[in-house]
């Protein structure tokens, strides 16, 4: 699923009305149930046990979320930002055996191999950062 540019507000309104369903708008399914599901335990067991404590995790829980679906559309975006460009056949050959020459080095955020020319993982998006 892609999402917009603009969409970024829209997921954090989501999150706001409702914990989990700006990540199952980001197509985070299961993350989104997660917070759902987390949302019904904590209002429930702040509810029954201590309302006191209910009133202070609940609007960090609910912060978190809102939070958490924010920045997910925003690696989401960042991400739809690089555009893969079809490359003819033979263009396409040697352009392999090029990066067949190219150096790997593993990604600081995810661990992935990536080039050694990559500026950013083209798994997790995080941008590379060099070590001196």
């Given at each position: 699923?892609?999402?917009n540019e603009e969409s970024a507000g829209f997921v954090t309104v989501l999150s706001a009305l409702c914990p989990g369903l700006g990540q199952i708008y980001n197509g985070r399914i299961m993350r989104g149930m997660l917070f759902v599901i987390m ?94």
């Amino acid at each position: 699923m892609s999402v917009n540019e603009e969409s970024a507000g829209f997921v954090t309104v989501l999150s706001a009305l409702c914990p989990g369903l700006g990540q199952i708008y980001n197509g985070r399914i299961m993350r989104g149930m997660l917070f759902v599901i987390m949302a019904v335990i904590v209002v429930i067991s702040g509810a029954l046990t201590m309302p006191i404590i209910g009133f202070i995790i609940l609007p960090l829980f609910w912060i978190c979320n809102i939070y958490d679906a924010y920045r997910i559309t925003k690696q989401i975006n960042n991400c739809a930002k690089f555009e893969v460009v079809q490359l003819k056949p033979s263009i396409a050959r040697e352009t392999m055996l090029k990066e067949m020459e190219i150096a790997k080095v593993s990604c600081s955020h995810c661990s992935q191999l990536i080039d050694d020319s990559a500026d950013i993982c083209p798994n997790c998006c995080a941008k590379r950062t060099i070590n001196t």
